[in-house]
């Protein structure tokens, strides 16, 4: 094979870096592939680092130990972050989106794989650090959220379901109070869907109570599952007690008005705090 050249070995390390998140690639993949020492595969990746950083691409980080190596986390800037969700909250706020009941339409939105890959990206950069082996998830609605952060976080998505499959084999099935109907439903998940002593991240599109999120929390119980955190992409300001703490979300719904079909819609706290934070 014909000597490879830096700017195709930059080229061809970013594509594969950045396909696969949260994967540690170790230099020896690296030297194999390219046919280059790992001194000169260092400062390749060195360059690689600063450009991410000045450009604000994500995070190059250099993984110590036998199994280090290097890894790609699609971690936005606060600012970028924030100015993401401003400009979702913005378009879900346009009139005719209230739906009866208080919901907002947001089918749209959920079937654009830019959009919602930035979604996920935001959510996968706030639990890294849990190190979550899954993320978990209610059909049908917030599937698209929770599979893009599972891609960023470089981890499985686990779909729970309203009621039990065949071809799912065996399944647990527990009783939860529906948040938004005070109604107690079911949920069921394969019993080979997850392992006892893994860690789990859970995803979903809308809160209000907060009855869902509980019943999947109950749900990892019965599974001996550790829950690293509850996020959402957006949830009611009202009722201010839910049915579970510590939720994080994206946005925050203050009011909705159904005869005009516009609602009051704001980036959570957190972000706006973070952006803040950035600015100095």
């Known amino acids: 094979m014909d000597r490879i050249r830096r700017n195709e070995r930059l080229a061809a390390m970013t594509r594969i870096l950045v396909e696969s998140p949260n994967k540690i690639f170790t230099l020896g993949t ?26 604000r691409l994500g995070q190059l980080d250099t ?16 600012e970028d972050a924030y100015r993401c969700v401003r400009d979702l909250a913005q378009t ?6 209230v739906l009866p009941g208080g919901f907002i339409y947001m ?14 990206t935001i959510i996968a950069s706030q639990y890294y650090r849990a190190e979550p082996d899954f993320v978990l998830t209610m059909e049908t609605k917030g599937i698209p959220v929770a599979m893009m952060t599972a891609k960023a976080l470089g981890v499985p998505m686990v779909i729970v379901r309203r009621d039990s499959k065949v071809y799912e084999g065996p399944a647990v099935n527990i009783n939860y109070l529906s948040g938004s109907g005070n109604r107690v439903e079911t949920m069921s998940l394969s019993r080979r869907a997850v392992r006892e002593g893994q860690r789990t991240l859970i995803v979903d599109d809308f809160m209000r109570a907060g009855g869902t999120a509980r019943g999947m929390v109950d749900m990892m119980r019965e599974f001996a599952v550790t829950v690293v955190g509850v996020c959402v992409l957006m949830t009611t300001q009202e009722p201010q007690k839910k049915r579970i703490d510590g939720v994080k979300s994206l946005l925050v ?14 980036p959570a706290p957190w972000l706006v705090a973070a952006a803040e934070k950035a600015r100095g």
Not at 92 to 97: C, Q, S, V, Y
Not at 253 to 266: H, L, W
């Open 30 to 55: 690296f030297c194999e592939l390219f046919g280059a020492a790992k001194s000169t595969l260092s400062e390749d990746i060195d360059i690689l680092r600063g450009v991410f950083a000045q450009f």
């Open 63 to 78: 993984v110590t130990g036998a199994a280090g190596g290097v890894r790609y986390r699609p971690i936005p800037a606060p």
């Open 92 to 97: 879900l706020a346009a009139p005719g989106r």
């Open 107 to 120: 089918a749209d939105i959920l079937a654009m794989p830019d959009v919602v890959e930035r979604m996920g």
């Open 253 to 266: 719904i203050d009011d909705t008005d159904e005869s005009s079909g516009q609602a009051s819609i704001r």
